[in-house]
């Protein structure tokens, strides 16, 4: 009843979303496409922390390793869409698969000091590899995609639709995933992996994968965000952005995919209203953090309904 009720609600956000964009200015409508792409990414991480039990402090690597392939075939070799999607989602699945084999080894604090490490190696290549990257420049002027349809991606209202039906495929897929015997098996590893070892589950291997695919859904993130952004640089992959993501699952409800996408959905717009007035986001994102593990450990929604 609780993932019905979590479609149903998720489905009627993105109808409203849909319905609503057309009567936006730009500002509001480049807000709600934010928010859909880091859905994508906050969905990826709950994987890892919601229902295999792994949170991670190196998320923004894939998410980044995504970005940059984009913005380097698309700004310095001029290949479209099809190609720079498929370089992304390939370099984002090679480096989880890379950082996996290190981190699955460890557990707790441990895999989270791991992931932190990885996620600083990959922040380090892009601050320091001026050549590829163009290091704290960043790469500018990536293009918007040619899909070969009747609008043109540079204007607002059709990109965000492209997005939201991205990160309608990437909902569908990770439901289908997390609700498949391979997905159920990741949940009884989150509770009681010794349990699962003696039952006779293969339990590094069902973690491992958990890892290389939520690196890859956080790649196909990336690939929609360097064209968002039409910039690619550091800030993509420090350490920032893995926080805010964690926050975004921990505010929406680990364990559920509708609960991180409304937590990113809160993060991005939160992020940036207060912004307006303050430059201390990150004093308000540490704040924001404490009290949802304090006070709402299964977040928002979730204290919500524990309340009533």
Known sequence: MKDRRGIVIGLV??????????????????????????????????????????????????????????????????????????????????????????????????????????GMVVWGLAFRWVSMTKGDNGIAGVPRPELGLPWSMGAPLPFFYVVLVAALVAWALLGLLVRSPFGLTLQGIRESDSRMRALGYNVWLHKYLAFVLSGAFAGFAGVFWAYYNGFVSPVDVQLVTSVETLLMVALGGPGTLAGPALGAALIVFLKNFVSVYTKRWLLILGAVYIGVILFAPRGVPGAFRRNR
């Open 13 to 118: 956000a993105v109808i409203a979303a849909a319905g609503v964009a057309p009567l936006l200015s730009a500002y509001p409508l480049t807000l709600l496409t934010q928010a859909a792409i880091v859905a994508v990414l906050a969905m990826s991480l709950d994987v890892l922390l919601g229902y295999t039990g792994l949170p991670s402090l190196g998320h923004a690597a894939y998410f980044g390793v995504a970005a940059y392939a984009v913005g380097i075939l698309a700004t310095d070799y001029q290949r479209g869409f099809l190609v720079c999607l498929v370089a992304g989602l390939v370099l984002a699945t090679l480096t989880a698969a890379v950082f996996g084999l290190l981190a699955i080894r460890a557990t707790g604090t441990y895999f989270l000091m791991i992931t932190l490490a990885l």
